[in-house]
């Protein structure tokens, strides 16, 4: 049986200004106000991350030592460590692990590759502060999923020692948008569009083949430098 705050956050959804139909500013604009309607997650201390310019979520429950390095969705164009500050929060309490959050250069200003090579970057900065590889997890959202498998794959491609695990929440891995349920289920999709889902593309990918393998990966003689 449907919750009534299930129904209530559809109702909310339906009827709210769609992001995707918004200029890039005021998507971004959008963007940091998305945990707005969330919960405020218990016990949970923030400090900010300033080598990685994120922020760390960490439980009361933490064993000192596990630790989730998480990126947080938005097309690749939109959100923030703060604008996810909330979910990080929620992942620190159901795992017990302390969560990451680092920034990553989004599109169209810095395309891709540059987000994967920040979150290469970052967790490595993460092993050089003492967490081990064993005890640490990569998670992402949406596009952020496919930024989590994008991680691992180059993580792979260098020879890094490997994190325990990847979990790729709902993740966007189909930059060349050929599903067929973008088409099938678009009147009853609350967020999203096939024409929405090819413009974040189109600003991400600049041209790279999203149809490469392995996806969304790109050799580090191609890659733009990093810097904030």
Request: glycine share 8%; with cysteine; aromatic share 6%.
């Amino acid at each position: 049986m449907i919750s009534p705050e299930a129904l209530k956050l559809n109702e909310i959804l339906r009827n709210a200004p769609k992001a995707v139909d918004m200029d890039l500013a005021h998507q971004r604009q959008a963007g940091e106000h998305a945990e707005d309607i969330t919960s405020e997650p218990q016990g949970v201390t923030y400090e900010e991350a300033y080598s990685v310019d994120g922020l760390w979520a960490t439980p009361r429950s933490w064993d000192g030592h596990s630790a989730i390095m998480y990126l947080y969705g938005g097309g690749y164009v939109i959100s923030s460590p703060h604008s996810r500050r909330k979910l990080a929060g929620h992942l620190a309490n159901a795992s017990g692990a302390c969560a990451l959050v680092p920034r990553y250069h989004l599109a169209p200003e810095r395309p891709f590759p540059a987000a994967v090579e920040d979150a290469a970057a970052d967790y490595r900065w993460l092993l050089e502060r003492g967490h081990r590889p064993e005890q640490v997890v990569i998670a992402g959202d949406s596009s952020a999923g496919g930024l989590t498998v994008a991680t691992m794959l180059r993580l792979r491609e260098d020879g890094a020692p490997l994190p325990a695990g990847a979990i790729p929440v709902s993740p966007w891995v189909d930059l060349a948008c050929t599903g067929e349920t973008l088409d099938t289920r678009a009147t009853v999709d609350l967020t999203v569009t096939k024409t929405s889902l090819q413009r974040m593309a189109d600003q991400y990918l600049r041209g790279a083949d999203p149809r490469r393998s392995p996806p969304l990966f790109m050799p580090t003689s191609q890659a733009c430098p990093l810097s904030w």
